[in-house]
Each structure stands twice: as C-alpha cells, then as structure tokens.
C-alpha cells in the first residue's frame, strides 16, 4: 500500500535557519578554494561585511537626505 510521505523539513526551516545553512555553506566553500580553516575563513567573512557595513554607514551619513530643491520646495509650502 501507498503511504505518501509529507516532507516536514523544508517547511519547518524558518528563515534563521535557512541563513545559518548558507553560511555555513559559504564558510565551507571559502576554506575550500582557499585552502583556509573553517576559522580563518569565517573571520575573512566577517571582516568583509564590517568593512562593507561601515562603507554603507559613511554613505548615509554623507549623503543628505532632501536634495537642495526638495528642501526648498517643501519650505515654500509652510511660508
């Protein structure tokens, strides 16, 4: 007799998990093209997405929120 078999592990990974095994997989590929540990390969990951988060940081805070005209023209309209 036919049992049909509901698969239970793809719909039970929530997204937490789902980025821990592709992270896990990334750090595993790293330290195999780069002949790297496991360790060093995580810690090269991790000093790139610093390295990457503050390049985002000083752009927000370089980048001005309202353009020159914008600012004006929503000053025309309270004056």
Same mark, same amino acid.
Do not use: Y
């Given at each position: 007799? !036919?049992?049909?078999?509901?698969?239970? /592990? $793809?719909?039970? &990974?929530?997204?937490? $998990? +789902? #980025?821990? &095994?592709?992270? $896990?997989?990334?750090?595993?590929? &790293?330290?195999? *093209?780069?002949? *790297?540990?496991? %360790?060093? #390969? !995580? /810690? *090269? *990951? +991790?000093?790139?997405?610093?390295?990457?988060?503050?390049?985002? %940081?000083?752009?927000? =805070? /370089?980048?001005? +929120? &309202? %353009? #020159?005209?914008?600012?004006? !023209?929503?000053?025309? =309209?309270?004056?």
């Amino acid at each position: 007799m !036919f049992t049909r078999i509901k698969p239970t /592990t $793809d719909s039970q &990974l929530s997204n937490d $998990d +789902v #980025a821990n &095994l592709i992270v $896990d997989d990334a750090i595993t590929k &790293l330290s195999q *093209l780069t002949d *790297l540990t496991k %360790e060093q #390969a !995580f /810690t *090269l *990951l +991790v000093n790139h997405i610093k390295s990457q988060v503050s390049i985002e %940081e000083s752009q927000k =805070l /370089t980048t001005p +929120v &309202l %353009e #020159a005209n914008e600012s004006q !023209f929503i000053s025309s =309209l309270f004056n």
